[in-house]
Structure formats: structure tokens, C-alpha cells
């Protein structure tokens, strides 16, 4: 089983930033990938972007490319989510996920972690 936590979320106003961050612990598996995907009221939840733990190959949803940044520390088992330049659109529970393959559908993913609100205002 894999556990997964995620923290640094709040209130920002637009234009701001944020780092979320998301702990990994329990079952270690091999190529696994490590994603962050939001959920907006009364909307499905969306792919925000992903990074392969070995590789570290990274990809952006066009939403955020340019203004969000994807990174691991593989000594702490943990990913972050570095967000600029945050918009009103931006609002959501963010949620940090693991799966063995690079989707991009977040249903695809096995192990999700329980939500940080992130909110950020005109």
C-alpha cells in the first residue's frame, strides 16, 4: 500500500504563489510516476501534471505550463508543486497521485492522497 499526503495549501490572491507538497511512504515500486490533479466545485477532477520518479520526465497540462513546476526529492519521497502566477480559475482541492505509467486521465491513477485547498482570489 502506498500512502500519500499532500500539504501547502491556502489562500492567495491573484497573481500569487504557492508550493504544494506531497509525501510518499509505504509499498516502493519501480517507473512509477507521481501526478497532481485538481478538483473544482461541481467540476471533474483534471490532469495538472506529472513526473516519473526514475527519469524524471516531466509534462504540464496547457492550463499551467509556464506558470507551474513539477519537482522530486528523491531523499524525501516527495513531489512539489510550485505554482506562479496563480488566477482566479486556479481554485481547487489538489490532489497528489501515484500510478505505474505516465496517464494522463486521472482515473488512471492507483494511489491518491486527500486533498489540499488551494484558493485564490481577484
Not at 513526473?51 to 507551474?68: C, E, L, P, Q, T
Request: glycine share 10%; aromatic share 12%; proline share 2%.
Amino acid at each position: 500500500q502506498v500512502q500519500l499526503v499532500e500539504s501547502g495549501g491556502g489562500l492567495v490572491q491573484a497573481g500569487g504563489s504557492l508550493r504544494l507538497s506531497c509525501a510518499k511512504s509505504g509499498r516502493t515500486f519501480s517507473n512509477y510516476v507521481m501526478a497532481w490533479s485538481r478538483q473544482a466545485p461541481g467540476k471533474e477532477r483534471e490532469f495538472v501534471a506529472h513526473i516519473a520518479w526514475s527519469s524524471g520526465s516531466i509534462y504540464y497540462a496547457d492550463s499551467v505550463k509556464g506558470r507551474f513546476t513539477i519537482s522530486r526529492d528523491n531523499a524525501k519521497n516527495t513531489v512539489y508543486l510550485q505554482m506562479n502566477s496563480l488566477k482566479p480559475e486556479d481554485t481547487a482541492v489538489y490532489f497528489c497521485a501515484a500510478g505505474s505509467a505516465a496517464y494522463i486521465l486521472p482515473r488512471n491513477y492507483d494511489y491518491w492522497g486527500q486533498g489540499t485547498q488551494v484558493t485564490v482570489s481577484s
